[in-house]
């Protein structure tokens, strides 16, 4: 691998980039058709969708990635190698040029025909998914691929639109507006107004003015236009563990599957620096990387993954059942539909809490995060698992961390081994019976914090820039207000016997939507209790479906 890539992802070179033995391609040969390509020729072009993933007979191919102002040489494939990574999977556009460097002779695995290869071909099937899964974290780690972010470094719009890229899983690049040299030459290219910025370049060549999430994953690739005319068997909304996890399982079991998110995948659970208590994994996995294995393994079973994309109304439709109703105008059809939106993030009640937020003030303490306030003096206010993940990670970054909790203490709302590994840190302090008083800054960067005792009443001020905030969060259901969706007092979805005599232990008031994770009202607020709600839904999806059928439809087109 290139000298820009870390030192791990060399050492498994071989992993990435194996050689296919002829026993292996005949295997492969059923999936795809014969190409030919002529030396000199552009097989793949960044920003623009392979024709699928590309098994070499004979000749050679030169793969190279880039970036603004500069290409990079990756590796050249010859006969056995094969071109690809998880962007074929789900056919979305490459993040690397191909092009070969004498005649080719080749095999094209269009990326339908690739998930089949993958299903059908276990072994095989798992060498190729591993392969695909460390291209990308090499992409990931060159930082030369992918959309290029240019504005001031701290900028909020700056910091929003990388954190969406990272939580994505998308290669890309942020330049400092100020210094960069390739940055300057492309703003004055553009005749871009220094107010105007930041700005995105896209692989596609497309420059964006501060573009939403939407908008720059349209550009890219990720988010695509939803097929009116087909109908899902379910439809699922929230790409959190619990969304995930019935993903995985319905599709794997034969059921047309497409995920909504308006955010990212991950929900939360993305946000934990390290989980150390999920089983099967005793030294520990950040919620990141958890939540993309199960993003990937999703695509692997052909989920159609609709990110960022918000659902906003839930309603009847003759045709199909259900009907989704989502950004730009347009609706997703499904028989079935599965509430898993979790939660929101709780906000302090601070008057100008608004002021800080997105530069100042986080909810996720990812490396980005880390970056902004190295070496300075923290704040983050929680008593639960993620602040105490969070609390832990910031502490190997920052100069110290001042951990606040309302409670007289953590051990009644935070695991023993982070409340043990949080004493062992000896540049974590914390202040219980403590909350914060105001927050103080200008143009939107905070200078300094003041909380308060709640005992005592004492009143403390540091010289603190950034505050993280996991002090819980909310359900998200306002999308559901006019829904006819049975809602608790707290807002979370009543599901069985308390939403409608004779409805499953996770089917909602209306028959046929189901609700799990987070979300669900009397769920445990885990990680492994929202997987285990979203493998539990799919026994329901199916009985439903075997009981109703068309009916199904008849039924849902009479109700509001």
């Given amino acids: 691998?290139?000298?820009?890539?870390?030192?791990?992802?060399?050492?498994?070179?071989?992993?990435?980039?194996?050689?296919l033995t002829d026993a292996d391609i005949e295997r492969m040969r059923r999936f795809g058709v014969a190409?030919?390509?002529?030396?000199?020729?552009?097989?793949?072009?960044?920003?623009?969708?392979?024709?699928?993933?590309?098994?070499?007979?004979?000749?050679?191919?030169?793969?190279?990635?880039?970036?603004?102002?500069?290409?990079?040489?990756?590796?050249?494939?010859?006969?056995?190698?094969?071109?690809?990574?998880?962007?074929?999977?789900?056919?979305?556009?490459?993040?690397?040029?191909?092009?070969?460097t004498e005649p080719v002779e080749a095999i094209v695995i269009p990326s339908q025909?690739?998930?089949d290869l993958m299903v059908q071909e276990a072994n095989l099937g798992e060498r190729l998914m591993r392969a695909l899964i460390l291209r990308r974290v090499g992409l990931l780690e060159s930082g030369i691929s992918g959309p290029v972010v240019i504005g001031p470094p701290g900028n909020g719009d700056v910091l929003r639109l990388q954190g969406f890229l990272t939580r994505s899983g998308l290669p890309h690049r942020a330049l400092d507006s100020d210094t960069d040299p390739c940055a300057k030459t492309l703003i004055e290219r553009f005749h871009?107004?220094?107010?105007?910025?930041?700005?995105?370049?896209?692989?596609?060549?497309?420059?964006?003015?501060?573009?939403?999430?939407?908008?720059?994953?349209?550009?890219?690739?990720l988010l695509r236009p939803v097929d009116a005319d087909k109908v899902y068997d379910v439809a699922i909304v929230g790409a959190g563990p619990a969304g995930l996890a019935a993903a995985v399982y319905a599709a794997s079991e034969g059921l047309s599957t497409i995920v909504l998110d308006c955010r990212a995948f991950g929900g939360q659970a993305g946000a934990s620096a390290r989980i150390e208590n999920y089983l099967g994994f005793p030294t520990g996995i950040t919620g990141m990387a958890l939540m993309a294995r199960a993003y990937n393994q999703a695509q692997k079973f052909g989920v159609e993954m609709v990110i960022p994309d918000e659902a906003k109304l839930l309603g009847a439709d003759d045709m199909s059942g259900y009907r989704l109703d989502v950004g730009d105008g347009e609706a997703v059809r499904a028989r079935t539909v599965v509430i898993a939106s979790g939660a929101r993030y709780r906000r302090l009640d601070i008057a100008n809490l608004a002021e800080f937020e997105g530069t100042s003030v986080h909810y996720w303490a990812s490396p980005i995060e880390a970056r902004?306030?190295?070496?300075?003096?923290?704040?983050?206010?929680?008593?639960?698992?993620?602040?105490?993940q969070a609390a832990v990670y910031l502490a190997s970054q920052v100069r110290k961390?001042?951990?606040?909790?309302?409670?007289?203490?953590?051990?009644?709302?935070?695991?023993r081994y982070l409340v043990e590994r949080i004493e062992a840190q000896p540049n974590i302090e914390v202040l219980t019976e403590t909350e914060i008083a105001a927050l103080e800054g200008h143009e939107g960067n905070l200078d300094q914090v003041r909380w308060r005792n709640r005992v005592t009443g004492t009143e403390t001020t540091r010289p603190i820039r950034h505050l993280?905030?996991?002090?819980?969060?909310?359900?998200?259901?306002?999308?559901?207000a006019n829904c006819n969706v049975a809602l608790d007092a707290k807002g979370f979805?009543?599901?069985?016997?308390?939403?409608?005599?004779?409805?499953?232990?996770?089917e909602t008031s209306r028959n046929g939507v189901f609700a799990i994770g987070d979300v669900r009202c009397g769920s445990t607020k885990r990680v492994a209790a929202a997987v285990g709600d979203g493998a539990q839904v799919v026994a329901a999806l199916h009985g439903y479906l075997a009981r109703n059928g068309d009916r199904a439809v008849q039924s849902n087109s009479r109700r509001p």
């Fill in 372 to 388: 902004l306030c190295r070496d300075q003096e923290v704040a983050l206010v929680g008593g639960g698992n993620s602040a105490g």
């Fill in 192 to 221: 871009v107004d220094p107010h105007h910025l930041p700005i995105v370049l896209c692989p596609n060549g497309k420059l964006l003015h501060n573009p939403g999430e939407s908008d720059l994953a349209r550009c890219v690739g």
């Fill in 468 to 480: 993280f905030l996991f002090i819980g969060a909310d359900p998200n259901t306002d999308w559901l």
């Fill in 493 to 506: 979805v009543r599901t069985g016997p308390d939403a409608a005599p004779g409805h499953g232990p996770m």
């Fill in 401 to 415: 961390v001042t951990l606040l909790a309302r409670r007289g203490g953590l051990n009644e709302t935070m695991s």
């Fill in 35 to 100: 190409r030919a390509y002529a030396a000199g020729e552009h097989i793949v072009t960044a920003g623009e969708v392979a024709p699928g993933l590309i098994v070499i007979l004979s000749g050679k191919v030169d793969i190279t990635q880039a970036g603004f102002g500069q290409r990079e040489a990756i590796i050249t494939h010859g006969p056995g190698n094969f071109i690809g990574e998880l962007a074929q999977l789900s056919n979305r556009p490459s993040l690397v040029n191909a092009q070969a």
């Fill in 113 to 115: 025909r690739l998930r």
């Fill in 1 to 19: 691998m290139t000298p820009s890539v870390s030192p791990t992802i060399a050492a498994r070179r071989d992993q990435m980039f194996p050689v």
